[in-house]
């Protein structure tokens, strides 16, 4: 009787699945906060369908877009500075909200990746 339980309640909720509506977040204003070895970094960007215009410590910096469907996204860096920049940036949305979204990153290729929280401004 418990094993039935058990399964029952591990059906119900291995069966939820986050709604993520991603393409509300494919263009628009927004600021973002990531946290890295506790220390939080804001920034603030606009997005429209193939260009992000990012503003971080008074610098600005611009990428295409490249989107591979609604909840992904690669950025290339349009002037990059250095070696860092050059390398391109992998974005996936992972749950959205009706004025956030929850989103991982990482430079295209690597497996260690980062977390963050982006917030609709309009």
Wanted: net charge positive.
């Amino acid at each position: 009787m418990r094993f039935l339980v058990l399964l029952l309640l591990f059906l119900l909720f291995s069966c939820y699945e986050t709604p993520r509506n991603c393409k509300d977040y494919k263009t628009g204003e927004f600021f973002s906060e990531v946290v890295i070895n506790d220390q939080l970094f804001k920034s603030s960007f606009k997005r429209s369908k193939n260009l992000q215009v990012e503003v971080y410590n008074n610098k600005t910096d611009s990428s295409q877009l490249r989107w591979i469907n609604n909840c992904e996204v690669i950025f290339k860096t349009i002037n990059p500075k250095n070696m860092a920049e050059q390398k391109d940036i992998h974005l996936k949305i992972l749950t959205t909200t009706d004025s956030s979204y929850t989103y991982e990153y990482s430079y295209v290729g690597e497996v260690k990746k980062q977390k963050g929280i982006a917030y609709r401004v309009k």
